[in-house]
């Protein structure tokens, strides 16, 4: 059955029904009864009725009150007068020296977001949960990381309307001489209500030092808004007396015998519950390894004097932030919290740094990933130690403290590899024929030979696969699918990269893929390779890069060979460097890579599967299985076609070699590609005559 407009069913009979709309954001349902079951009748009697509601309602808004608007200066006066008196009550609060003083701050912030929801020009809080929260999301996703209104801040929205009553609000009216009239009383209301908005986002600058040290607090907070004019002057000066009910604050009463902004006082420090932290997020699945925070939660607690955890504030997050940025990007050695420069009083240590220049600042990126760390450990603190007092309120709020980083700033991006400098690389003694050990980039050898380990097969498989540095470091035996019709490298986690007996790796799900293997990595004997490595009984497909604990994977691949490999390059050809004079890495031959597919007619699908990318779109998300419906041998063809058809081959030049493995504390022990320089006073006696 056809739905009938603007009727409703009540009890089997029709009702006419629709929303009246007034100017003071108040909307209330009109319903009137059309006595007929019968649907026929009630579409002629809704139709009538319907026309009959646009008539009057166009009557209404053209009929003349007979009454003025408000004038700007009578606005401004409406305006002002409520600001004052509501940033006074929070100054008295703050500044009384009450149990409650330290929470000003908080309940401002409070108070601002039930203002956020009444100043918007719908009628909201008339609405459902439900309805509310749909409008929050869809807002959210407009401005951005703005979160949803919390549920404890939403009954100040009844308070503060209420107390916004027509009474009220029409006395304030009638102080300055203005009509109060319906639409004026709705036109104050809303003034007043942003009135308290302002006065709720002033108020948290109340303990800034700029406000403490000025003689008249309030003046200084509302600074920006110039000076009265002597129109509003005179009108204000008519309403002395009148009390805003909306401006009196009531802040909870902290615990006994506390003074923090937490719900207790834990009086361990920070640098005590840093193993316990680490070690729950861990087990939590958050993180899968914990070198690199461990590191970051020990540079706060250095930072910030170790303090207390029931004594840190908000001040914490910027001191952290400020002192961060005065580390130089290189040549500093943090140590630890027992050795070191993390040892000593941060004061201390600052009066030793260096200059900043800016080759040696901090990059924001760096900045940002730390700050997401912490955040990380502050949520899960708010749940113990962090607990605010005032429910939902963030103390600690290290997320806020991100920098935005200009999308046109570039100075950080290491430029990418050309594929005429790999090619260089590629015909260095290294996969032409070198010397044994840390000679391998010399040809001044007798017996040249070419020596396969992961200094031969890692830039090769870079350059064929386009994986990330540790993807292709820590590949183990079994990660390497040979008894396949197209032989293929699965990269997942793993134990081999991963610590404690746990497997890690995958930075991401997508980055869980299997990539055909090159048509050139098994011509040059690749998959004999993984047979002999797998004969030695190891589990690692280059064991040489997992021999310490300290450097392993792509960290010990880059001091053992990859430094002198760009050296070669270098030495032989001109490379660009960014600004701050760093020139193209490892991952720099992954950007080479995508570069490839950089050109009309590619598939996303198939670029986004061989690089390790989140796929985009419905569809390419959602809808496209097709490893599931076809199978995935073919997959893996159509993935190896991919490669071949846009990847230049540069590598055919090379002859392919019997497997010949060196001793594993020697494999991939490049050296330099330089001769040393005679001395000039070589072949003569250094012994004094």
Wanted: glycine letters at 6%; proline letters at 6%; charged letters at 30%.
């Amino acid at each position: 059955m056809s739905r009938i407009p603007f009727t409703i069913r009540i009890e089997g009979r029709y009702s006419f029904r629709r929303r009246i709309h007034f100017r003071n954001i108040i909307s209330k349902p009109l319903t009137l009864a059309l006595q007929t079951a019968d649907p026929c009748a009630a579409r002629e009697r809704a139709a009538i009725l319907s026309a009959r509601f646009v008539i009057v309602r166009a009557d209404v808004k053209t009929m003349p009150e007979g009454q003025r608007n408000l004038t700007g200066v009578e606005i401004e006066a409406i305006f002002r007068r409520e600001l004052e008196q509501q940033l006074g009550s929070w100054l008295s609060a703050a500044y009384e020296n009450a149990p409650w003083s330290s929470s000003v701050t908080e309940e401002a912030a409070r108070h601002g977001e039930a203002y956020r929801q009444l100043r918007l020009p719908d009628p909201r809080y008339e609405m459902d949960p439900c309805e509310i929260a749909r409008l929050d999301a869809a807002a959210n996703s407009a401005q951005g990381a703005m979160e949803l209104t919390p549920e404890w801040a939403r009954p100040l929205v009844d308070q503060i309307r209420d107390a916004l009553s027509d009474e009220y609000v029409s006395a304030a009216l009638k102080a300055i001489g203005a009509t109060p009239s319906e639409s004026n009383i709705a036109a104050a209301r809303t003034h007043m209500i942003r009135a308290g908005a302002s006065a709720s986002a002033r108020a948290q600058r109340v303990f800034d030092e700029d406000v403490l040290d000025s003689a008249d607090p309030l003046r200084t907070m509302m600074a920006d808004l110039g000076e009265l004019s002597a129109e509003v002057k005179a009108l204000l000066s008519k309403t002395e007396g009148l009390t805003a009910p909306a401006a009196n604050t009531s802040l909870p009463s902290p615990a006994p015998n506390t003074e923090c902004p937490f719900a207790i006082y834990d009086n361990r420090r920070f640098s005590e519950i840093i193993e316990d932290t680490l070690a729950t997020l861990k087990r939590k699945k958050v993180w899968k390894d914990d070198k690199q925070q461990r590191m970051i939660l020990q540079c706060f607690a250095w930072m910030t004097g170790d303090r207390e955890l029931g004594s840190c504030d908000h001040r914490d997050v910027e001191t952290y932030v400020q002192r961060l940025l005065l580390i130089p990007a290189r040549g500093f050695r943090f140590g630890t919290l027992e050795k070191g420069n993390m040892s000593r009083p941060f004061e201390e240590v600052q009066k030793e740094l260096p200059k900043l220049t800016p080759e040696l600042e901090r990059s924001l990126k760096t900045v940002n990933r730390d700050l997401s760390t912490m955040s990380t450990v502050a949520k899960h603190l708010e749940r113990s130690a962090w607990k605010p007092r005032v429910p939902g309120s963030v103390v600690l709020d290290f997320a806020a403290a991100t920098m935005t980083i200009p999308a046109e700033d570039t100075s950080d991006l290491r430029p990418a590899w050309e594929r005429e400098q790999l090619e260089c690389l590629f015909r260095s003694p290294l996969y032409c024929g070198g010397g044994p050990g840390k000679k391998r980039l010399k040809t001044d050898s007798l017996s040249p030979q070419v020596w396969h380990d992961a200094a031969y097969w890692a830039p090769l498989i870079w350059y064929y696969t386009h994986a990330c540095r540790e993807e292709i470091c820590g590949l183990e035996i079994a990660d390497v699918v040979v008894d396949h019709p197209v032989p293929h490298i699965h990269i997942r986690d793993n134990f081999t990269r991963g610590r404690d007996g746990e497997k890690s790796g995958e930075k991401r799900l997508a980055r869980r893929r299997k990539i055909p293997l090159h048509r050139q990595l098994i011509r040059l004997g690749f998959l004999d390779y993984v047979e002999a490595v797998r004969a030695e009984g190891h589990v690692a497909l280059f064991p040489e890069l997992y021999l310490f604990e300290s450097k392993r994977g792509g960290a010990q691949f880059y001091d053992r060979a990859w430094r002198f490999m760009v050296q070669w390059i270098f030495d032989r050809m001109e490379v660009r460097v960014n600004d701050k004079g760093k020139g193209p890495d490892i991952h720099s031959i992954r950007a080479l890579g995508s570069s490839f597919y950089e050109v009309d007619g590619v598939n996303e699908i198939l670029r986004a599967d061989v690089m390790g990318h989140d796929r985009t779109g419905t569809n390419a998300k959602h809808y496209s299985k097709r490893i599931q419906t076809e199978g995935l041998e073919i997959v893996l063809r159509e993935r190896l076609e991919f490669i071949h058809r846009y990847v230049p081959e540069i590598t055919t030049h090379l002859d392919p070699t019997p497997i010949r493995l060196l001793p594993i504390d020697m494999r991939s022990r490049v050296g330099s590609g330089r001769y040393r320089k005679l001395r000039s006073d070589a072949g003569k006696s250094r012994k004094p005559t």
